[in-house]
């Protein structure tokens, strides 16, 4: 105890009442991920038919969630989006943790030279707005999904590296590391038992936070014309494309507008709840 | 008159009675000394003189203050004499400081009138903070000046009665004196002083009057220079008999046993700053060797390079032949951060299959766990959900399973409870007795080395030169470490 | 004299690192340009006379741009000018770049100055008021409309005030920057945008002190409670919020690119996009340029404010 008191719990993990991660967090996310790895072998329409006849539909049996302004169906859309949108979301951030993990380990365990550089690298990059980032890679590799990850990559690794670095160097510092050390226990079981344990919520909060960053970074790109190419379907180009008809037929903004946000959000949920819980480390260690 | 009395104290949760029908009473100009181990409540009975027991929390009886009398539950009417009667030193001064404040301005503003700021330096050199210090701001101030800036603070105030939590937790143990000076220039203001502890010799040193909590209750109490002379309880008499002051020197003896570790003109340091030059010296199988010395000075240093952890700045250490792993090793200060924190303690036990020859170590622990008097059942905890004892005597046991030749122990009792000292520090002197293991006992408490090392050796220096190393084994009262 | 001196060595640190980033664009312009498909006189020479080229007028841009030259050569006079100053002429219009660039950072300040300053402004009070509720109804509404709306991409909700404020209620203009009012949309989009995070930060410093003991502490001293708030938690509560407004502002100038965007401003934002595109290395590097720097000033700002604010971070830790 630090003060003279009971140990009021600060109520922090209970935040989100039992129940509520699975639902708002884990479950949609599944399902939308679920919707981007299987999404071809679910589609019964093609994304890119065009029916004149339908467009400006709003939501019909036929069209679950209306057609678009070239009678496209809007769901077939969605679906085939989710891979770009979502699908290169998760796997930038699976690219960039695996790098910072990397690199932040070996700069905490050496030191020196590494670190110096890993560091400084870190700093000029995270200096550089992500959004801007991305847009310039992919202005300069001419735009598609390779130079999209490429600039998410190379904007998110410092992030993960920097989080991995600075928890690494002070468990390595800790009287625990330095007992097994003693007692002769090898590099790759001190970073086993003792390291990983330390960063891993503070990875999958971050990762989580970084999955609907993307997402909306994504969009955004797509939003200003700079993904990909005409006619391939990405959420926030579904956006571009139809924004000046929000008034009349609304659906055609808002079903792509609620794919982001139940992606985002959902991964905000994930996030913070992993975030919740390595405070209540903090406070037993 | 006795100016705060606490009567019949009663604190329960729902399922636990956490202190049960205490009463005390502490009059003007007095120190009434709680002592008593972690988790017996001790520190409540300062909260819940404060009206800081939370609410969920049932507390009754009745706290009288200067003559008014009040019910323990009612926390507002406690609340309303803060300051006024009532005033807390709490457990860690720098969490209780206004963090951005400057020393001199946080005293000063409990002061009215134009001479603040003067009185306020007044009162913190009454309190012997040097004036250099009266401009810094709490992150500059160590444990022991931040301790002495509170007191300026009570000093100023004008509460009559003062409640200290733990006043000696936290700090270097080397700084008691400091404490004891600040706590003698309150009492003698005239104030009423009820000084909540689990240090024996700060009571030894200060208190007028003491009381012994075990398990919830008051088990005894009375004047204090009777009641530890003569402890009529078996739980006082255990606690006063922890008190390493009281145990009997250890007698010279010389030493045949074969040399563990030579330090050969050893010079130590961080980085390039040199602490110490010109170490030599040996520790012999079998034999404690006290290290002195205050703090700061490069005990732990000295430790950690014997240990090969800190590279030598200069001359020779000579160890055992490692095999597979260090011949030396070491017991840490604080025993519950030396097991990871993400696992049961078990997995970290079963863990040591994967060392050279950890078969047969594991093979060993089951008997050294009884050896020691410690239960199977532990190891299905984490490490912070046991006790220090506990734990420093699983480290002790978990080392001993690998066969080391030599036992670093870097001040492994000064977070323990002084009955819970007493128990490792047996085990200690056992392991160099039957083990034959060396041991270097790095430690800033001349009463325990000169009660159970053979041989005692002072790191001093002179102002910033490096330190030097004297052995003191054969003068018992040698120059304090302070 | 020991702060000052740290104070001075973060200082120069932001220099050294307004030049490195000023450097980094610059050269991470030319790289673009350079590396981008197809022949990028063609694009010059089809920005700058429409359909009608031919092969003559591709190296009629060629020579005119310098481009003709061994790319390290490019390069260098590029660093070099910059050194001194000048920025060139665009390559499309054949205008000088600086006041181009400039009048486009002066619409693009105005919009950021009043969406981040609004933003900071609203999240102060939301923040501390849902701070102050800890827990209860009020904070718990806050953290959930907080998520949701960090979670809407920022064009989304620029959409949505045009339809609801252009369209529908025609109370505002809905794009360009002619006529009058017409920051007054980008502002609030980009401050709804800014809102969740920041006033979130605000919350959490705002329970982060009431978790404290110091607070209480006061009260127990006899001090009261505008004096605590003021006197003793006010300063290190603003820290981490200071501290986080950089970083944030920073991500935030990447925003304005979909903003100039949506709201068809002629904005930094924009001409980066356009210029990229049509391969004008000068107007690029010019845009690149001053974005880079201003992040940097923004992040040094907040970044000394937060030393100014709290000591701790700029004295050397005493060792115990």
Known sequence: MTQPMLASSPGRARRWPPGFVSVFGFLPLAIMLLVALFGPWLLTANPNRQDLAAAYAPPSAAYVLGADDLGRSIAARLVAGARISLGIAVVGVLASLATGLLLGFLSAFHGGGVRQVVMRLSDVIIACPSLLFVILVSGLLGGGIGAILFGLWMSQWPGFARLTAAIAAKELAADHVEASRLLGFRPGYIFRAHVMPAIMPYLTSLGALAVGANVLTISSVGFLGLGLRPPDAEWGSMIAGTMTYFRTSPHMVLAPAGAILICTLSATVIGEYYSARHQGIEEIA | ???????????????????????????????????????????????????????????????????????????????????????????????????????????????RGRRSRAEACAALSAMQLDPRHHRKRPFELSGGMAQRVMAAIASVTRAGIILADEPTKGLDADRRHVVAGVFDTLRASGRAILLITHDIALVRALADQVAFLDERRIVESGPTAGVLASPATDYARRYVASDPSSWPARAYKRSHTRKTVEAERLRIGIDDAVLADELTFHCHAGHITALLGRSGIGKTTLGRTLLGLTRPLGGIVRRPPAE????????????????????????????????????????????????????????????????????????????????????????????????????????????????????????????????????????????????????????????TTQ | MRRLRGLGAVLIGHLIAAAGVAFAVATLAFVAVQMAPGDVAFRIAEARYGERISLQTVDQARAATGMDQNVLVQYLRWIESSL?????????????????????????????????????????????????????????????????????????????????????????????????????????????????????????????????????????????????????????????????????????????????????????????????????????????????????????????????????????????
């Open chain 3, 84 to 320: 001194t100053g000048q920025l060139g002429r665009s390559m499309v219009s054949g205008r000088p770049v600086m006041p181009e660039v400039w009048r486009s950072f002066q619409t693009t300040s105005g919009v950021a100055v009043a969406g981040v300053g609004l933003a900071l402004f609203m999240s102060l009070i939301i923040g501390f008021a849902a701070g102050m509720q800890q827990d209860r109804i009020l904070d718990r509404a806050f953290l959930f409309a907080s998520a949701i709306l960090s979670s809407v991409p920022s064009f989304l909700i620029g959409i949505a005030l045009i339809t609801l404020f252009a369209i529908t209620l025609r109370w505002l203009p809905a794009a360009g920057n002619n006529l009058p009012g017409y920051a007054i949309l980008p502002s609030c989009t980009l401050a709804l945008a800014l809102l969740p995070d920041l006033s979130r930060v605000a919350r959490n410093a705002v329970v982060r002190t009431l978790q404290d003991f110091y607070p209480t502490y006061g009260r127990i001293k006899g001090q009261s409670w505008p004096r605590i708030v003021f006197g003793h938690a006010l300063r290190p509560t603003l820290v981490p919020i200071v501290a986080y407004f950089g970083p944030l502002v920073a991500h935030t100038i990447g925003g304005l690119v979909v903003i100039d965007v949506l709201f068809n401003l002629d904005g930094l934002g924009t001409r980066l996009i356009d210029s990229v595109l049509a391969a004008d290395i000068p107007m690029a590097m010019g845009a690149g340029l001053l974005i880079g720097v201003s992040v940097v000033a923004v992040n040094g700002i907040s970044d000394i404010m937060v030393q100014l604010l709290d000591p701790r971070l700029s004295t050397p830790r005493l060792r115990p």
């Open chain 2, 1 to 111: 008159m006795e100016r705060l009395v606490v009567d019949n104290l009663t604190i329960a949760t729902e399922g636990r009675t956490i202190v049960e029908n205490v009463t005390l009473g502490v009059s003007s100009g007095e120190i009434l000394a709680v002592l008593g181990e972690t988790g017996s409540g001790k520190s409540l009975i300062a909260s819940a003189i404060m009206g800081l027991i939370p609410r969920g929390v049932s507390v009754s009886g009745r706290i009288v203050v200067n003559g008014r009398s009040l019910d323990a539950a009612d926390r507002d009417g406690l609340r309303s004499l803060w300051s006024k009667d009532l005033f807390l030193l709490p457990q860690e001064p720098l969490n209780a400081l206004a963090p951005l404040l400057r020393a001199d301005a946080q005293v000063a503003e409990q002061i």
């Open chain 2, 324 to 479: 597979g792993r260090s011949a030396l090793q070491k017991l840490h200060q604080d025993p519950t951060r030396v097991f990871s924190p993400w696992q049961a303690i078990g997995r970290s036990i079963e863990d040591m299959r994967h060392l050279a020859g950890g078969e047969s170590a594991l093979r060993q622990m089951p008997v050294l766990m009884q050896r020691f008097g410690l239960r199977d059942d532990m190891l299905e905890r984490r490490p912070h959900q046991i006790s220090g004892g506990e734990a420093q005597r699983l480290a002790l046991a978990r080392i001993l399973a690998l066969k080391p030749k030599m036992l670093i122990a870097d001040e492994p009792t000064s977070r323990l409870d002084p009955p819970v000292q007493e128990q490792v520090i047996r085990h200690l002197r056992e392991i160099a007795d039957i083990d034959e293991l060396a041991v270097l006992l790095i430690t800033h408490d001349l009463d325990l080395a000169n009660a159970i090392a053979d041989r005692r050796m002072l790191l001093e220096a002179e102002d910033a030169a490096p330190a030097r190393l004297r052995d003191v084994t054969r003068s018992p009262q040698a120059p």
